[in-house]
Every structure is written in structure tokens, then in C-alpha cells.
């Protein structure tokens, strides 16, 4: 049976012996009612896993004895940073839990022209970071994705790496499908995907995009949501890269 997995801080792993506080002993203790002899998986964030047996649980305290140290198998080599413009919450976080299932590495909210939300305070910031920390948790990653402070459009494209693949899906660029263009791709596979708002890009947000060599792609004759289109636009490239089915 799969191990219940935990990220934890790294020092919590300097030594065989683990005191497991916070929000990881809650769930152990309160949540899944684990038992001495148990076992769980605990996770650096930094590739590596570590089969532990509880010691103890109870209300005061959760101990551990690391029994194997692991290296995670299941990160994907390609290295998809995801600019998604902000949607409203439920959409949003939707789009983090999913795309961190997915495999995507690092997640850069957008302010666009249109988008309809500009506010994040600190404590939704947390929440995201939250939500993609047990996507990745729950299906089996070694590291959960990074969040950025979101950012606005036009510095995000000038601060981009002109060396990466980067692309911009945009429902009226015709010529080039996402899937031509990964397949002219001879470089590293690390792409930046750029998705808008519920009302899409300005035609002057795709004009700026392009003069910062940010490639504008289809991915097909029918509009899709901000939110499939984010997730469909990373799994084309995912599973173009062979990181996926
Ligand atoms: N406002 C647009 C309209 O008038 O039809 C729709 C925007 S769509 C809901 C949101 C985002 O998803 C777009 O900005 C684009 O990045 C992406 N998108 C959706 N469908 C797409 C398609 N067929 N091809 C390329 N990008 C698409």
C-alpha cells in the first residue's frame, strides 16, 4: 500500500531520529489515526524520500525512525514554468492542483489587461503554496512547485530567458500549433507557457509577447477556458516530451 507522503523541513531529516510537529503531526495523529510500527514517506522538496516507522503518536508528540533514504523517481525532467493570468479563486486553485499533477515546475501568476482579480495578499499566497504542496503530496512528486508573487504581464515576458522556448496560446494564431512548434524544438526541454484571462489576451499584450520571442500558438479550432487551456497546453507538451502517457 502507498505510504502516506509528507514534505518537511530539511533539518527535520539531519538525523535518523524525526520529531514531527505542526501540521504533519496533526495529520498523522488526528487525521489518518496512525500507530506506532506505521510507516510514512517524507519528502526534502530537493528530490528525496525517506520511508520512516513511527515511534511514538500521541497528542503530545509524533517520533520517527528513518528507515530508507530514497531518491524520487517521479519528477519530470522537462521543466515547464507556467504563467497562468489570475482567475477567480476556485479556477485558479484549480488550475495549481491539477497542473502540479500534472508535472509542471513552477507556477508565475499573471496580471493581464483583462484579467478580472489583481489581489493576492500574503495569506492566499499561502494557501496556493498550501494546495500545490499536497497535489504534489498526494500524487507521488519529489517536489512541490514553486509559486511566485504574481507579476505583472509585461515584465514578466521582458524578464524571460530569450533562450527558452517560450509560448503564448492565443486563439487567433493560426499558423503555428503548439504541437509544430514543440516539434521544431531542438533545445533543452524547458518551455514557458503564457495563458490569459477569462477574456484573453490585448492584441497588444500578444504584440509585446512576440518582440520578446514568446511564440504564439493554437491548440485548436474551439476557445477553451483559461483554465483547460492551461492544462491542456502543458499536458501537449508533456506528453510531446514523453513525460506523459
Ligand atoms: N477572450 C477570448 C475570446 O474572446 O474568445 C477567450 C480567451 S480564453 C477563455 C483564455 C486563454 O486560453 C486565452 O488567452 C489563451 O491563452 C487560451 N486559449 C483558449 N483557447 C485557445 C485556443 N483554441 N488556442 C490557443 N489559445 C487558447
Redesign the pocket.
Known amino acids: 500500500m502507498r505510504l502516506p507522503r509528507f514534505f518537511v523541513s530539511p533539518d527535520v531529516l539531519a538525523t535518523d531520529v524525526v520529531r514531527l510537529s505542526g501540521d504533519v503531526a496533526h495529520q498523522i495523529h488526528h487525521v489518518l489515526r496512525l500507530h506506532a510500527g506505521e510507516r510514512v514517506m517524507l519528502l526534502d522538496d530537493a528530490g528525496s524520500e525517506y520511508e520512516t516507522e513511527l515511534l511514538t503518536v500521541t497528542r503530545e508528540q509524533v517520533m520517527g525512525r528513518i528507515v530508507e533514504r530514497r531518491t524520487v523517481t517521479t519528477e519530470p525532467r522537462a521543466q515547464i514554468t507556467l504563467y497562468p493570468?489570475l482567475l477567480k479563486a476556485d479556477k485558479f486553485e484549480w488550475v495549481l492542483q491539477k497542473g502540479t499533477e500534472l508535472g509542471i515546475a513552477a507556477f508565475h501568476p499573471m496580471v493581464t489587461e483583462?484579467c478580472v482579480t489583481d489581489d493576492v495578499s500574503a495569506k492566499k499566497l499561502a494557501r496556493w503554496r498550501g494546495i500545490v504542496r499536497e497535489a504534489a503530496e498526494q500524487c507521488g512528486r519529489g517536489r512541490a512547485p514553486t509559486i511566485a508573487e504574481p507579476m505583472d504581464f509585461m515584465l514578466a515576458v521582458r524578464l524571460l530567458d530569450k533562450h527558452a522556448l517560450s509560448l503564448?496560446?492565443?486563439?487567433q494564431?493560426q499558423t503555428h500549433t503548439?504541437r509544430e512548434r514543440l516539434q521544431t524544438h531542438t533545445g533543452a526541454h524547458i518551455a514557458n507557457l503564457?495563458?490569459?484571462?477569462?477574456?484573453?489576451?490585448t492584441d497588444i499584450e500578444v504584440d509585446v509577447a512576440h518582440r520578446h520571442r514568446v511564440k504564439a500558438?493554437?491548440?485548436?479550432?474551439?476557445?477553451?477556458?483559461?483554465e483547460?487551456?492551461?492544462l491542456v497546453?502543458a499536458t501537449i507538451i508533456l506528453h510531446e516530451w514523453g513525460e506523459l502517457g
Open positions: 493570468a483583462r503564448i496560446p492565443h486563439e494564431a503548439l503564457f495563458i490569459g484571462p477569462e477574456g484573453g489576451f500558438v493554437t491548440l485548436g479550432k474551439r476557445i477553451l477556458r483559461a483547460t487551456a492551461s497546453a
